[in-house]
């Protein structure tokens, strides 16, 4: 069946670095954009970034512009998300999502404290 | 941005009773080419957010008939026609007209 896998949450302090992986299975992963979207403890759901199919071209949301990078390695059915300059309000729980958010991954929580 | 406003925020429903969430854009969600991408999703509590309804109306494959959902430009609305306990959770709706994607604030329904 259709599957998406996130890792690579965990803490990290104000100003670090981390990188979270998405893993697909079950669809063809190379035919798709990809979405990143969060969400802060207790909070809402927020979209993140996007990337195309062939990974071409992205998207970010204000709030992560300039600090987070989406890409893919579709050789792996593998999306990324590297972050950088992270911030106590970038704490959240981390999903990627299919192109047209018809699939889920389980999330991967992201704590940014000191 | 595209502000969507869900209402009511909490929904205590008995089961076995209808249930309705609406959903307000702050711009008209008609895309150029003539569909309306307003999304549904439905979050249990401690899971991952599923996709219900895409452009408006159409249920995914294995969502309940009980469901439903309609609405057109700027008003739109997802309804139950007698809730379970299994619809407890987080219902959100989502536009993907215009950049970028928005969601609404969540609509919480619980039973009495």
């Known amino acids: 069946q259709m599957q998406l896998v996130e890792s690579g949450g965990g803490v990290v302090q104000p100003g670090g670095s981390l990188r979270l992986s998405c893993v697909g299975s079950?669809?063809?992963?190379?035919?798709?954009?990809m979405h990143w979207v969060r969400q802060a403890p207790g909070k809402g759901l927020e979209w993140v970034a996007v990337?195309?199919?062939?990974?071409?071209?992205?998207d970010y949301a204000a709030s992560v512009k300039g600090r987070f990078t989406i890409s893919r390695d579709n050789s792996k059915d593998t999306l990324y998300l590297q972050m950088r300059s992270l911030r106590a309000e970038d704490t959240a729980v981390y999903y990627c999502?299919?192109?047209?958010?018809?699939?889920w991954g389980q999330g991967t929580l992201v704590t940014v404290s000191s | 941005d595209v502000v969507m406003t869900q209402s009511p925020l909490s929904l205590p429903v008995t089961l076995g009773q209808p249930a309705s969430i609406s959903c307000r854009s702050s711009?008209?969600?008609?895309?150029?080419?003539?569909?309306?991408?307003l999304n549904w999703f439905h979050q249990r509590p401690g899971q991952s957010p599923r996709r219900l309804i895409s452009?408006?109306?159409k249920r995914d494959s294995g969502v309940p008939d009980r469901f439903s959902a309609s609405g057109s430009g700027t008003d739109f609305t997802l309804k139950i026609r007698r809730v379970e306990a299994e619809d407890v959770g987080v219902y959100y709706c989502?536009?993907?007209?215009?950049?970028?994607?928005?969601f609404g604030q969540g609509t919480r329904l619980e039973i009495k």
């Open positions: 999502t299919k192109k047209d958010f018809d699939l």
């Open positions: 079950g669809f063809t992963f190379t035919r798709y954009g």
């Open positions: 990337i195309w199919y062939d990974g071409s071209e992205t």
């Open positions: 711009q008209s969600l008609v895309y150029s080419d003539g569909n309306t991408y």
């Open positions: 452009k408006v109306s």
């Open positions: 989502m536009q993907g007209t215009h950049w970028p994607e928005t």
